[in-house]
């Protein structure tokens, strides 16, 4: 298994900044994709950005596309989310997920799809104000 929690979230004013962390234990080295999604109340929950392990290029939503940069840093099995020119629509419960080789999930789906993930983390309030 693997056990994911983030930490970073807040308050902030519109076009300020916040960094998200997303820490990774357990059974990390079966980790293939870390993606972070977010969840406004009333709405489905919905893809932001995603990061491969071993490699390869970074995928974004269009709306954070330019602001939010994803990072990880595989010795400390992290994942960060680094959110610039926050606005009110930023506002969410943010979440980090992983896939695992080890899991059917991502056969078939693609890096913005909630299915592919099998580990998720308990989430972390993001509140931007105007």
């Known amino acids: 298994q693997v056990q994911l929690v983030e930490s970073g979230g807040g308050l902030v004013q519109a076009g300020g900044s916040l960094r998200l962390s997303c820490s990774a234990s357990g059974r990390t080295g079966s980790m293939i994709l870390m993606g972070w999604f977010r969840q406004a109340p009333g709405k489905e929950r919905e893809f932001v950005a995603a990061?491969?392990?071993?490699?390869?290029?970074?995928y974004y939503a269009d709306s954070v596309k330019g602001r939010f940069t994803i990072s990880r840093d595989n010795a400390k099995n992290t994942v960060y989310l680094q959110m610039n020119s926050l606005k009110p629509e930023d506002t969410a419960v943010y979440y980090c997920a992983a896939d695992s080789r080890y899991s059917a999930l991502f056969v078939s789906r693609t890096y913005s799809d909630t299915q592919r993930y099998t580990y998720w983390g308990q989430g972390t309030q993001v509140t931007v104000s105007s």
């Open positions: 990061i491969p392990w071993s490699g390869g290029s970074t």
